[in-house]
C-alpha cells in the first residue's frame, strides 16, 4: 500500500472528514478497535482503528458524528513531500519541513522517553527514539459534530 501522507488533507485517497465506512471500504476492517472517552472533554470521543500489519492507527473524532481526523504510522514506507521520512534525521525532517514552508517547529521530550518534534502550521509531530523516527502522527481539528475545525494560530497576549 502507498503510504502518503497529506497534510491537513489525509493519506493517499482517505480525506480527514471522511466517515468510518469509507475508510473501512479503503483499508478494510481493523485488527484492532479502541474507544477513548475523554472525560476532561466531555465534547469529543475518540475511537481508534488499528492496522499493524500497514503500520497505521486511524483515529475518528466527534460526539454526535464520528469522522476521520488523525493517522498515526510506524510504517517505513511513509512519504511527505516525496521524501520516505523514516530513512530521514531529525534535521533532514526539519529541512524538508523549511523547504515547505512550515517553519515553525516546536520540541519536546515527552515523559515516556520520546523527543516530540511538532510543526504546529501542518498539524503533524514527529517522535523520535536513540535519534530514530518511530511515529509520525498528523491530522485535523474536529468539533463534536464531526466538522473540521479551521485551525488558526493561537495569539500568546
Not at 500500500?1 to 478494510?28: S, Y
Not at 475511537?47 to 460526539?63: A, N, Q, R
Not at 525532517?93 to 522517553?113: F, K, P, R, S
Request: with cysteine; charged share 35%; glycine share 8%.
Amino acid at each position: 500500500m502507498k503510504m502518503e501522507i497529506l497534510l491537513l488533507e489525509g493519506l493517499n485517497d482517505l480525506k480527514f472528514g471522511d466517515a468510518p465506512e469509507n475508510v473501512e471500504k479503503v483499508l478494510g476492517k481493523p485488527q484492532e478497535t479502541e474507544s477513548l472517552a475523554e472525560e476532561a472533554d466531555e465534547e469529543l470521543d475518540t475511537i481508534l482503528w488499528s492496522y499493524d500489519k500497514i503500520g497505521l492507527t486511524v483515529f475518528f473524532e466527534g460526539k454526535n458524528n464520528h469522522v476521520l481526523s488523525c493517522f498515526e504510522t510506524d510504517n517505513r514506507e511513509a512519504v511527505l513531500f516525496g521524501k520516505k521520512v523514516f530513512e530521514m534525521n531529525e534535521q533532514e525532517i526539519t529541512a524538508l519541513m523549511n523547504a515547505n514552508e512550515l517553519t515553525q517547529v516546536d520540541t519536546e521530550e515527552e515523559e515516556w522517553g520520546e523527543r516530540r518534534v511538532s510543526f504546529d502550521e501542518g498539524l503533524i509531530d514527529f517522535y523520535f527514539q536513540d535519534g530514530n523516527l518511530v511515529t509520525v502522527n498528523w491530522g485535523v481539528f474536529v468539533n463534536e459534530d464531526g466538522e473540521i475545525e479551521e485551525f488558526d494560530e493561537i495569539d500568546e497576549d
